[in-house]
């Protein structure tokens, strides 16, 4: 509900009930010709009525009090499926972290996996073969770690 339709509803009521107030005077004056102790006896017999207002006042606070529980509730509920909602996204965002870990370390093998391919290329290349033995020696250590990387995530 529009809260200016609220405020709105609430001063058309005041107006409704002082309204009414004044008639209710003017018509007990004019009535009892304006003889107050007259019209306080009158008065005195809308005890019981006065006692009814008062009930259904209790009953419209009293559901207020229900349905403010209600949303309260309903509140305590939306912020537990907000917090298992965070939780699960951040045990997403912390499996996505270790996967780019393992990313960079598969993308740093194989980098120098190539770099030793180069150099043992180019030791050939020179005629040195003690260092090409060294460097595919190197090389094959660094294959048998990729190897493992990948075996250990299943591929």
Same mark, same amino acid.
């Given at each position: 509900?529009?809260? /200016? ?22 018509? =007990?004056?004019?009535?009892? $010709? ?22 259904? !006042?209790?009953? =419209?606070? &009293?559901?207020? &009090? ?29 499996? $996505? ?20 391919? =180069?150099?043992?290329?180019? !030791? ?29 995530? /299943?591929?």
């Amino acid at each position: 509900m529009n809260r /200016g339709f609220r405020i709105t509803s609430v001063a058309w009521v005041c107006t409704l009930i002082l309204t009414v107030w004044t008639l209710y005077l003017v018509v =007990v004056g004019c009535v009892f $010709q304006w003889d107050w102790g007259k019209s306080g006896q009158f008065g005195d017999t809308f005890g019981a009525l006065n006692t009814l207002f008062t009930g259904l !006042a209790f009953v =419209v606070v &009293l559901a207020t &009090l229900i349905q403010q529980s209600r949303q309260i509730t309903e509140t305590k509920r939306d912020v537990e499926e907000e917090r298992l909602l965070q939780k699960r996204t951040t045990e997403l965002v912390a499996e $996505q972290a270790k996967a780019l870990a393992l990313v960079a370390r598969l993308n740093a093998l194989t980098s120098r996996i190539e770099a030793y391919h =180069v150099q043992v290329a180019d !030791a050939n290349d020179r005629g040195n073969t003690e260092l090409a033995k060294r460097l595919v020696g190197e090389r094959h250590t660094l294959l048998l770690r990729l190897d493992t990387v990948l075996r250990s995530y /299943g591929d």
